[in-house]
């Protein structure tokens, strides 16, 4: 069945820098787009970054632009994110997701999610 | 950018229907994907391209999509029904995703 772990979320200095990382199995991770979606405490959903199936492209959110950087390695089924200079408003979980195509995005299996905690 | 208008809550008796609505400037010519979230878990989706149930969603959840206006529709409303429901559509003008700001369905 299809699985989708994030791990590398914890409590992290304001500046300091974070790399999460999601491990798929289940399906050919190749042939999806990858997403990463956050959500504050208490907040609803906020997409972030979105990685095409060989990784030539991608997009961010307005907000993630220029800090966060998203990539994938298909050969070992992994999604990443790597985010820099990290903000207390930041403190979100992180959840990766995936969509079965471009031209019909949706986003049909989810990660159980990564919290990560921006704070001195 | 693209902005996805949803009611924050939405009360319903059980066993009758509930309609969540999701307002954007002419959705009807997007594809709008719903999805579900109770607290503390991930969301899953719940109708995929306006009216598409993936495998395991119940009958019950219906969606549809003209001019301005998506509604996913909740017929024969369960207590396991309350959660967060989210719509999101694909914003091919930006490339970017798109959520609605979320509706909390309540069960009275």
């Known amino acids: 069945q299809v699985q989708l772990v994030e791990s590398g979320g914890g409590v992290v200095q304001p500046g300091r820098s974070l790399r999460l990382s999601c491990a798929a199995s289940?399906?050919?991770?190749?042939?999806?787009?990858m997403h990463w979606v956050r959500q504050a405490p208490g907040k609803g959903l906020e997409w972030v970054a979105v990685?095409?199936?060989?990784?030539?492209?991608?997009y961010y959110a307005d907000s993630v632009k220029g800090r966060f950087t998203i990539s994938r390695d298909n050969s070992k089924n992994t999604l990443y994110l790597q985010i820099n200079n990290l903000r207390a408003d930041d403190t979100a979980v992180y959840y990766c997701?995936?969509?079965?195509?471009?031209?019909?995005?949706?986003?049909?299996?989810w990660g159980q999610g990564i919290l990560v905690t921006v704070s001195s | 950018s693209y902005v996805l208008t949803q009611p924050p809550s939405v009360s319903v008796a059980p066993g009758k229907t509930a309609g969540i609505t999701c307002g954007g400037d002419?959705?009807?010519?997007?594809?709008v994907h719903w999805y579900r979230q109770e607290p503390g878990r991930a969301p899953v989706l719940v109708i995929s391209?306006?009216?598409d149930r993936p495998l395991g969603i119940p009958e019950r959840f219906s969606g549809s999509n003209s001019e301005n206006t998506a509604t996913l529709t909740i017929s024969r409303v369960e207590a396991g029904d309350e959660a967060d429901y989210y719509c999101?559509?694909?914003?091919?003008?930006?490339?970017?995703?798109?959520f609605g700001g979320g509706t909390k369905l309540t069960v009275l």
């Open positions: 997701a995936r969509s079965p195509s471009q031209l019909m995005v949706t986003l049909d299996s």
């Open positions: 391209s306006n009216s």
């Open positions: 002419n959705i009807g010519i997007k594809n």
């Open positions: 999101q559509v694909w914003d091919s003008s930006s490339d970017h995703v798109v």
């Open positions: 289940g399906f050919t991770f190749s042939g999806y787009g």
């Open positions: 990685v095409w199936f060989d990784g030539s492209e991608k």
